[in-house]
């Protein structure tokens, strides 16, 4: 974990990784659903996409450089650390307690990150050079406020799992299938409130090139999110894109064997209302990818900046 985004969560109140249940439950409250703008839903879009990319490229790297298991990343880093090989996966968490302010308890972020290896035959090897696909769980929670006893307070959680196939071809395959939601709660109006809302976010078959010679990459497919969809909320593993979903906006970006993405946005009755470009930065020119040294899942990942309330 990177201590800078402590530091932008104190400030910006942007959000860290975590996995801890809620801080409270007030138990009689107004509860509204927050419908955002839609440059709120683009630039939304466009931080989780992103990130998610990020790590995705930070994992297939890792994979194409590790020559054994234990070249994994074991080191304790400001409160993160690598757990072990515990029922086939290979585990990191993380835990930050902090008290911006001088406030004691004001800040509490933790994480689960998890790794999994599958041979040809589908059965779970340990060493990554054994490994045909990947599989991927990341579990966070982050809550800012909630002291003395009072309810008040803003806290996200994200989620997000899949795998990543054809390891050893190119393109690599992606589908991955993510929950961010957010939750404040504090008097408005003169009355206390939860105001919520959240974005199901799904890679469906999104194929990533790379070229060694160019140490750079391309996209192609579709990332999708959904704003406040309607139920179920907890679908499984992804939503069935032969079901219409119904949500407040819908957002398409689909990448055409390039980096920068053609994005659309959708109203509540799928017509289309705006569209944009999304660039996706070159990781592994940033991180230097092919030749890194620690493998750790969860690094470099931050919840977008929140839309404020």
């Given at each position: 974990m990177r201590?800078?985004?402590?530091?932008?969560?104190?400030?910006?109140?942007?959000?860290?990784?975590?996995?801890?249940?809620?801080?409270?439950?007030?138990?009689?409250?107004?509860?509204?659903?927050?419908?955002?703008?839609?440059?709120?839903?683009?630039?939304?879009?466009?931080?989780?996409?992103?990130?998610?990319?990020?790590?995705?490229?930070?994992?297939?790297?890792?994979?194409?450089?590790?020559?054994?298991?234990?070249?994994?990343?074991?080191?304790?880093?400001?409160?993160?650390?690598?757990?072990?090989?515990?029922?086939?996966?290979?585990?990191?968490?993380?835990?930050?307690?902090?008290?911006?302010?001088?406030?004691?308890?004001?800040?509490?972020?933790?994480?689960?990150?998890?790794?999994?290896?599958?041979?040809?035959?589908?059965?779970?090897?340990?060493?990554?050079?054994?490994?045909?696909?990947?599989?991927?769980?990341?579990r966070s929670h982050a809550a800012f406020g909630f002291v003395e006893g009072q309810p008040f307070g803003d806290e996200v959680w994200y989620d997000f799992e899949g795998d990543i196939s054809q390891l050893d071809g190119n393109p690599a395959k992606i589908g991955l299938f993510g929950k961010y939601e957010r939750r404040w709660f504090g008097l408005y109006n003169d009355e206390e409130t939860e105001i919520q809302y959240n974005v199901w976010l799904d890679f469906e078959d999104l194929k990533l090139f790379y070229s060694g010679a160019n140490n750079d990459f391309t996209l192609l497919g579709d990332a999708i999110a959904f704003f406040n969809p309607d139920e179920p909320s907890n679908p499984d593993p992804a939503p069935d894109h032969s079901i219409i979903i119904k949500a407040d906006y819908k957002v398409v970006i689909t990448f055409n064997n390039s980096r920068v993405g053609k994005g659309k946005v959708y109203d509540n009755d799928n017509n289309l209302i705006r569209e944009f470009d999304h660039y996706i930065p070159n990781y592994y020119e940033i991180y230097n990818l092919p030749s890194i040294e620690n493998w750790q899942m969860g690094v470099n990942f931050q919840f977008p900046a929140p839309i404020p309330l």
């Open positions: 201590r800078k985004f402590l530091f932008v969560f104190i400030f910006t109140i942007g959000f860290y990784l975590s996995s801890c249940q809620s801080s409270s439950e007030p138990a009689d409250e107004n509860l509204l659903s927050y419908n955002p703008s839609q440059n709120e839903v683009i630039q939304q879009t466009e931080e989780i996409v992103a990130n998610v990319l990020d790590q995705t490229t930070n994992i297939l790297a890792g994979y194409s450089t590790m020559q054994e298991s234990t070249n994994l990343n074991k080191v304790n880093d400001e409160g993160s650390f690598y757990d072990g090989f515990l029922d086939g996966w290979h585990v990191w968490r993380g835990d930050i307690r902090s008290n911006p302010f001088g406030i004691e308890g004001a800040y509490n972020a933790d994480y689960l990150g998890k790794i999994q290896f599958r041979n040809t035959s589908d059965e779970t090897v340990e060493a990554p050079q054994d490994a045909d696909r990947i599989r991927i769980y990341l």
